[in-house]
Structure formats: C-alpha cells, structure tokens
C-alpha cells in the first residue's frame, strides 16, 4: 500500500513551453502533498506544500507564479512549471500524506519527473 | 541559521562491514528524524523514523540512534550487502508537517 506515482517520468521541452507534472497517490488519500525539486548530488529542497481544496504554500523564495500548483483530489495534485527556462531543469519529486498535520505523518515519495528544458 | 550536515564524501566499505552514516544538525529541535534511501533518478525510500524521546531504533539490518543533546543522528547497517549501495538522507520534521532533508550521504559497498 500507499503508492505514489509520477508523470511523466520524464520530459524534455523547449524553453518558453509549460510543463504540467502529476502526482496520484494510487490506493490512499492524500490530504497533504509536497512538492521538492533535487538538483545533481543536492539535497530536496521543499518548494510548496499543498492541502487538497485550498491554495499551496509556497516555501520562501519560489515564484508561485512560475510554479502554478493544483491539488483539485484527495488523490492528485499538479505542478505546473510555467514558461520554463534551462534553469529550471531539474529532478521533481512529489510526496503525499494521509492526513493534513499536527502528528507525525508518514510522507510517501513518488519516483520523480526529470525535466530537461533546452 | 538551521543546517543539517550529513557526510558530504562517498563512503566506501567491504560487504560485511558495518557501514555508519552520521547526521549532524544545528538550531532544530525536531520531534522526528527520519532516514530514506535513494537511488540514483528515483524518489526517497523510507527506511526508519525515531522520535526525540527514543535513544534507538532497530529494523532488521538498519539501526538508527537519535542523540539530542550532541543533536546528531547515526544510521548503522549491519552485515552490508552490495544492494544496499545508495545514498542515504537523514530528515528532519520542522514544525508540524514539514520535512527537511540532509544532502545524504553516497555509500558503496564493495563486494
């Protein structure tokens, strides 16, 4: 149980494109789910939390409106990277919880999108 | 400034041998630390989680020590086999729900 999946699994796009992500949790719902980005031999670095039905909270320093995040289900939430420069390549992880905070909740990973833009 | 601090070099070790990976942490008081496993071009695998109040955690091969007052973590594998080659991160749980990660640590066993 508590499967997490990604697509795509990877992308490679023209810089100006947008690139959407998704993130399912395939057989739990998820009231709570992370969006990370991990560069070459770097750490995760949490770009924004999202909880099902409301806006995302962007973590200091990330451009809400470059990084458009939707969490419309308990069992999907996308990231939209808008109008994508080289920069922006980058491994993408998503992760999702089963309840929205307070205690300790285990978070489950997804297998991660790498997107490339030329 | 918060800062977790995980061996930045590769570790290398003998299958057999016990490989010890340290997590070293400033300015945090965390509730939870957690360890994960990552393979290269894939998502965190989590391995074990021990609270505050916890001095150990043991599952199967894996010990995980959890040290407050030297706010530092160990991650011990016992018996190490090549399939556990991978990096190893450490996180910490900031306010409620809040994970932050350590860079990892590289470990390769070598048969």
């Known amino acids: 149980g508590a499967v997490v999946s990604q697509h795509p699994s990877w992308v490679i796009c023209k810089s100006g494109t947008s690139v959407k992500i998704e993130c399912r949790s395939l057989?739990?719902?998820?009231?709570?789910m992370f969006w990370y980005r991990q560069f070459p031999k770097q750490s995760l670095m949490l770009m924004a939390t999202?909880?099902?039905?409301?806006?995302?909270?962007?973590e200091q320093g990330v451009e809400k409106d470059k990084f458009l995040i939707n969490h419309a289900s308990l069992t999907l939430s996308t990231l939209t990277v808008t109008s994508a420069h080289p920069e922006d390549s980058s491994f993408y992880i998503c992760?999702?919880?089963?309840?929205?905070?307070?205690?300790?909740?285990?978070?489950?990973f997804g297998p991660g999108t790498r997107l490339t833009v030329l | 400034s918060q800062k977790i601090e995980q061996n930045s070099e590769a570790l290398n070790i003998q299958e057999g041998k016990t490989a010890t990976l340290t997590c070293n942490y400033t300015?945090?008081?965390?509730?939870?630390l957690q360890w994960y496993r990552q393979d290269p071009g894939r998502g965190p695998v989590f391995l074990l989680l021990i609270r505050e109040n916890e001095k150990e955690k043991r599952k199967e091969r894996l010990k995980v020590t959890f040290d407050t007052t030297l706010k530092q973590s160990l991650f011990h594998i016992t018996a190490s086999q090549p399939a556990d080659s991978a990096t190893y991160l450490c996180a910490l749980l900031s306010g409620t729900y809040k994970y932050i990660f350590g860079t990892g640590t590289r470990l390769k066993v070598l048969a």
């Open positions: 999202s909880n099902e039905g409301s806006k995302a909270t962007y």
């Open positions: 992760s999702a919880s089963r309840t929205s905070g307070g205690t300790y909740n285990e978070q489950f």
């Open positions: 057989d739990f719902q998820a009231t709570t």
């Open positions: 300015n945090y008081s965390p509730a939870y």
